[in-house]
Structures are given as C-alpha cells and as structure tokens.
T-cell receptor, first 116, second 116 residues
C-alpha cells in the first residue's frame, strides 16, 4: 500500500540517452516535488507542481522536463543524459490545504540513476 | 535567503546512550517549520519530527525530541536510548513560505553510527 511510488528504482544508461522516471501518489495530495540527491547526499529541490501547475522551477538544465498529467502523477523526463546527472531522484508530495498539516513531505523510495 | 547548516558530518554514539545532532538555520520569515528526516542505508526518507516557529513547547515523538532555541536559530535533534537501528543519515530541513511555492530546504546531513 505504497503512498508515493517511483519507477524505476534503478536506471543505468549511456550518456546521451533520454530517460523518464515516473511518480504516483495515492495520498490525495495536491502538490508534488522532484528532489535530486547527489553523491554527497545533498538534497536539492528541482521542481514542484500544484494541481498540475508548475510552481517551482529551480535552476535546472532545460534537459530536465517535468510533466504532471494529473495531481496524482508527476513524471521527470531527462534528455541527452550527462555523467553529472547520476544521482538519486526523489519524488515527494504534500497536501497544501490540509487543516492539520505539519507540512512534512512524503517521499518516494528514490530512483537511482547511473549514467555511464 | 534561507539556509540550513549541519556542522557534524559524522557522529558515533554508544547503544542505549542519548545523542544530539546539531542544526542551525537562517531565515527572515517570521513563520517557518523545522523538520528532521532519517535516511537509512536502504535510501528512503523517513519523517521524524516537526517544530513550528510559533510552537511554545519543544516537539517530541517517542525517543525523538527537538531542542528548539529560537533566539539562537537552532533546532537540534535529540535521540534518547540509541538503538542499532538508529544508524543512518539524518537531515534537518526548513520550510519556506506557506503558499503554493512551499518547499523544504535541507542541510547537508549527519551520519550517525550507533556502536553496540
């Protein structure tokens, strides 16, 4: 009964390829995020969507394109993969309008991307 | 700009003893939230505890407590009676605005190792 699920969990690919990571949440949340965790474990926000609308777009190369077909799904497509894209990508969600909401993000298990 | 600082890259603690993980923050917003997450070696991000900037009392969740000192801008995590399963990376995080552009920004993490 996974709350935030990501696929695939592991992805190994060659430089220059295009790949996608999918995320789905069944919590009824209206805001979803992509975070990148680098090799030094530093977590940095990339994007957020609220009800399918792009809200946060941090300084991310335009090779990264998020897409939210509905508020339960947020996918991440990466074009022309580079070595530096190797990282763990976390999807997360939150309900903005909850009345009792501490504001924590619910994270997926992460997708480890390795670019060779 | 908001910033979270964790100055302890790694720490050891003896099983059954208490340990404090340090976190300081910087923000000019009057309203904010502070969070701690645990990331075990399996990689998932586990929410531990939350403290609101206007909360009068320090937050507690089981063996976890947050030592919130607002004037010093610190939000240290105290783990009592450490267990071997507490060995993990611990991240301090801070929320930004409470509108739709809400996000968490994370510190660099502290790796805790519990010795038997």
């Amino acid at each position: 009964d996974t709350a935030v699920s990501q696929t695939p969990k592991y992805l190994v690919t060659q430089m220059g390829n295009d790949k996608s990571i999918k995320c789905e949440q069944n919590l009824g949340h209206d805001t979803m995020y992509w975070y990148k965790q680098d090799s030094k474990k530093f977590l940095k926000i990339m994007f957020s969507y609220n009800n399918k609308e792009l809200i946060i777009n941090e300084t991310v190369p335009n090779r990264f394109s998020p897409k939210s077909p509905d508020k339960a799904h947020l996918n991440l497509h990466i074009n022309s993969l580079e070595l530096g894209d190797s990282a763990v990508y976390f999807c997360a969600s939150r309900h903005v309008r909850a009345t009792r909401n501490t504001g924590e993000l619910f994270f997926g298990e992460g997708s480890r991307l390795t670019v060779l | 700009a908001q910033k979270i600082t964790q100055t302890q890259p790694g720490m050891f603690v003896q099983e059954k003893e208490a340990v404090t993980l340090d976190c300081t923050y910087d923000t000019s917003d009057p309203s904010y939230g502070l969070f701690w997450y645990k990331q075990p070696s399996s990689g998932e991000m586990i929410f531990l505890i939350y403290q609101g900037s206007y909360d009068q009392q320090n937050a507690t969740e089981g063996r976890y407590s947050l030592n919130f000192q607002k004037a010093r801008k610190s939000a240290n995590l105290v783990i009592s009676a450490s267990q071997l399963g507490d060995s993990a990376m611990y991240f301090c995080a801070m929320s930004t605005t409470w509108d739709s552009s809400y996000k968490l920004i994370f510190g660099s993490g502290t790796r805790l190792l519990v010795r038997p």
